[in-house]
């Protein structure tokens, strides 16, 4: 993998934040009671549901705290910052549910491995609405409320006032 670009123009900033917000939008109607609902009603569905899920959790978790090296494509929460140690300051002690989620996800998702033999019926479910509240408290809280404004886009800027509000997802 190659090594991450240091620094990163305003306008490019701007522009990566709205995948942000995309992905908290698509993982908050996911975890929707009616959208978990409908998907119980068929195997393949629900499936499709878990897995969408995750794969914007996973891409979320890499983005506030990516683990390893990253590729100079990536964008990052520490970009957004003046340097990587301020970033690391706001983010504090990273939420365990979502250290988790990340390795569940990468080894019962993301790769065939011989960890999903080992998975239980009673573990194969999900706690959606516990990492969907920890990202949006991470994201929310601690990025988007400290992060300087000149560097969100429109929605995400959207997602700072929300942030001012004190405004929760309802799941």
Known sequence: MKRQKKHREIDELKSASEILHYELWQMIKLANPSTLDLAAKDLNLHNAVVESFLIHARALIHFLKPKGRTRLDNVLARQYFDSPEQWNRYLGRFPKILEKTRNDANFRLAHISYDRLNVKENEADWPYKEILMELWDVL??????????????????GLYQIAIAGVKPEI
Do not use: D
Request: proline share 6%.
């Open 140 to 157: 929310i809280y601690k990025f988007i409320a400290n992060v300087p404004k000149e560097r969100l886009g429109q929605r995400c800027f």
